[in-house]
């Protein structure tokens, strides 16, 4: 049997694109570097990152079908 590591991450649903955003003195933009994970058909999750790429209503449409999840605290990895 072979050992598998991993990562154990809380993590919570996002109800609105705003915990995907900063609010700045120019408004609200991405918040560039954002971790977060889709969640796919088969139950798994993926992670991915808000960059100037990220297409805004893709987002908003798997926020509303409730695929979009987010690190419940700020994520730290580190190598013993």
Avoid at 10 to 36: A, F, P
């Amino acid at each position: 049997m072979m050992n598998k590591e991993y990562i154990k991450i809380s993590i919570k649903r996002v109800e609105n694109v705003r915990q995907l955003q900063e609010d700045t003195s120019l408004g609200w933009k991405r918040r560039m570097g954002q971790l977060y994970y889709q969640e796919l058909e088969d139950g798994n999750f993926v992670p991915r990152v808000i960059s100037d790429r990220t297409n805004g209503s893709w987002i908003q449409s798997m926020i509303a079908s409730g695929k979009l999840w987010i690190p419940e605290e700020g994520c730290v990895c580190e190598k013993g």
